[in-house]
């Protein structure tokens, strides 16, 4: 059976320029290299799921402008179903502008996350739906961000009722977490979150990644860290979104246990930051998975 995931949050347009240094204030440099991709937490992990073999369709907003486009035709390419819950948006969506240091993959982002529309209230009924119509194909694994909170909210109750683990991609406190985290049933940190401890809400596993650090993890049961591989960075990029995304297929396949899921996520993460380019790494990632 093919494993699937459901993944809700942010998709931008990421600019990414790869420079032997990162400029000083007032310097102009001239780049490598440059790509563009289709870019945020949930849509990176997205196309992690569909890199490893699995079913990925992303719950999202790109909208109609002409800079959409660059998003959705990458994520097609990478075999991303991508579910757009307000099409008809005329809006740009979120830009992110990269640079990527050549000599050890660390990067710089500039981005505006993506703003509530008028339509929301249209495209949740749209969201509703069509998670009526899931039927038998249901997902082994939720993942959402926290992007676009009243979409996140919906599909963590969804999934909820359902009975469907729910992780989330806690990069950094939000707003709706008070409202989210007693949906959730494993909360992955970065050692930059700052905010309420998620046990305080009820979940039930904590993680905590630290980059090239061990991967820290709790539950009622015990805790333990998982080490991440010795590796030669070439593009930190969305690492930590390959690691979610990872992460994510590892609890839909419904095998092994939070250890064995994270040091999966951490060979996967590693995987990505040894490939320049913001898709370079997919090829190697397919090997890591069911295919």
């Known amino acids: 059976m093919l494993v699937r995931v459901l993944l809700a949050g942010l998709c931008t347009v990421d600019q990414v320029q790869r420079v032997a240094e990162i400029p000083a204030p007032g310097e102009k440099v001239r ?51 991508l579910a757009d819950l307000d099409p008809g948006r005329p809006d740009p969506p979120a830009i992110s502008a990269i640079v990527v240091r050549d000599s050890d993959g660390e990067r710089t982002v500039v981005s505006r996350n993506a703003h509530a529309s008028p339509q929301f209230v249209t495209y ?102 998982v080490p991440v591989p010795v590796t030669r960075a070439r593009d930190t990029l969305g690492a930590g979104d390959v690691w979610h995304g990872a992460f994510a297929y590892a609890v839909a396949r419904g095998e092994g246990d939070v250890p064995g899921w994270i040091a999966f996520a951490n060979e996967v993460a590693a995987e990505r930051v040894r490939h320049e380019g913001p898709r370079s790494w997919t090829a190697a990632v397919a090997k890591m998975g069911e295919g």
């Open 31 to 81: 780049s490598l290299s440059m790509d563009v991709a289709a870019g945020g937490p949930a849509t990176n992990a997205a196309v992690t799921v569909a890199a490893l073999g699995a079913g990925a369709t992303l719950l999202t907003v790109a909208g109609a402008h002409p800079l959409a486009a660059l998003a959705r035709a990458d994520l097609e390419a990478h075999g991303v179903d």
């Open 124 to 225: 949740l009924r749209s969201l509703r739906a069509r998670l009526a119509q899931a039927g038998d194909e249901l997902p082994g694994c939720v993942l959402v961000d926290g992007h676009h909170p009243e979409v996140a909210l919906e599909v963590a109750r969804w999934a909820k009722e359902r009975a469907i683990p729910v992780v989330l991609d806690a990069g950094s406190w939000k707003p709706v977490f008070p409202e989210l985290l007693p949906l959730v049933d494993i909360a992955a940190c970065s050692s930059l979150y700052r905010g309420d401890d998620p046990r305080e809400y009820g979940v039930r596993v904590v993680i905590t990644t630290a980059g090239p650090d061990p991967v820290r993890w709790s539950t009622a049961d015990g805790s333990g860290a």
